[in-house]
């Protein structure tokens, strides 16, 4: 399911949301879980693979998987970089990750190909510079993306323009002190893996063990199957 599925999913099935390419992303999981519950009831069978190259399916109870995260989803949209600078941020829509996603895909489909051993190492140093500075330019521009306002002794700015030289060209504690402080409410946000009882089934496909972490990565392409 592309994105723009997604979207008319959403659009479709929650009608006060007009344009979901705006949603906040940390919305985004609630809304399909809220929308797969209302249509399919609550129990999911989601195809897991695990770290030894097991493979089974396990069926998930997605009322348990909604209370959990309506628990902890959060903002904290003050990142105190220090006595004189402070940065507000927000999160990013499910547009910008999308196109931040394709971007990204785009580019390490490009690195693998640096691998190919009928190219020159010339070239493969190019192509791999290229694809470096790429996802570096990615990463900048997430987090500028996040940024909404800029507070510091100099005077305060919300402006798209100034922020952008500032990510730019800010020292690179300042940018990792940011980049964390959205990471860490990234994780905070993110579905967490459910703690199952390894069962008889699963020890003869090689489980150890009394309890297993089962991750609940949603793909939208089943998710409505």
Request: charged residues 25%; negative net charge.
């Amino acid at each position: 399911m592309s994105g723009q599925a997604v979207v008319d999913v959403i659009q479709h099935c929650i009608p006060n949301i007009k344009n979901a390419w705006h949603m906040p992303n940390i919305d985004l999981d609630v809304a399909l879980i809220a929308i797969r519950l209302a249509t399919y009831g609550e129990k999911m069978t989601t195809p897991i693979t695990f770290g030894n190259d097991i493979e089974m399916e396990y069926t998930v109870d997605l009322r348990n998987v909604m209370d959990d995260l309506l628990n902890t989803i959060t903002w904290d949209p003050v990142v105190q970089v220090s006595d004189d600078l402070t940065v507000f941020v927000r999160p990013m829509t499910y547009k910008q990750i999308s196109e931040s996603a394709l971007k990204t895909f785009e580019t390490q489909k490009i690195m693998q190909v640096v691998n190919n051993d009928k190219l020159e190492e010339s070239e493969k140093l190019k192509m791999f510079k290229e694809s470096f500075s790429k996802l570096t330019d990615i990463t900048l521009g997430m987090v500028q993306a996040s940024i909404i306002r800029i507070d510091s002794s100099e005077g305060s700015t919300d402006n798209p323009k100034f922020i952008k030289e500032f990510i730019e060209n800010v020292d690179k504690d300042i940018f990792n002190k940011i980049q964390e402080h959205l990471d860490r409410l990234r994780e905070l946000n993110t579905i967490k893996p459910v703690i199952v009882t390894v069962t008889d089934e699963m020890r003869e496909k090689g489980f150890t063990g009394d309890t297993v972490e089962v991750p609940m990565v949603f793909d939208p392409a089943t998710f409505f199957v």
